[in-house]
Nanobody
Framework: QVQLVESGGGLVQAGGSLRLSCAAS????????MGWFRQVPGKEREFVAA????????YYADSVKGRFTISRENAKNTVYLQMNSLKPEDTAVYYC???????????????WGQGTQVTVSS
């Protein structure tokens, strides 16, 4: 019922910022909890951030807390990830995902985008 498309990735130097967007199609978008995950070659998909259906509840991985901000605009069917103070260790493919409950496990999410590459150079 929901199709997700990420955008906004790219190459940035350490200390820089990027804003990722995830555009969703489907009338049920506002009913989903949304999350961002990232993955690097050879490693499991890692939780980054999640947000409740109304945007009132958010939580973050310790590795990004204080640097990244997740938000959503339900009227635009879009979720965002503002990434500041980027570090080389943030380099990964970033995925947005939708779930029926707020969680930090990839297996809890039902819908996934194709990902957008973020590369942070030192």
């Amino acid at each position: 019922q929901v199709q997700l498309v990420e955008s906004g990735g790219g190459l940035v130097q350490a200390g820089g910022s990027l804003r990722l967007s995830c555009a969703a199609s489907g009338r049920t978008f506002s009913s989903y909890f949304m999350g961002w995950f990232r993955q690097v070659p050879g490693k499991e998909r890692e939780f980054v951030a999640a947000i409740s259906w109304g945007g009132g509840s958010t939580y973050y991985a310790d590795s990004v807390k204080g640097r990244f901000t997740i938000s959503r605009e339900n009227a635009k069917n879009t979720v965002y990830l503002q990434m500041n103070s980027l570090k080389p260790e943030d380099t990964a493919v970033y995925y947005c995902a939708g779930a029926r409950a707020l969680g930090s496990e990839a297996g809890e999410y039902d819908y996934w985008g194709q990902g957008t590459q973020v590369t942070v150079s030192s």
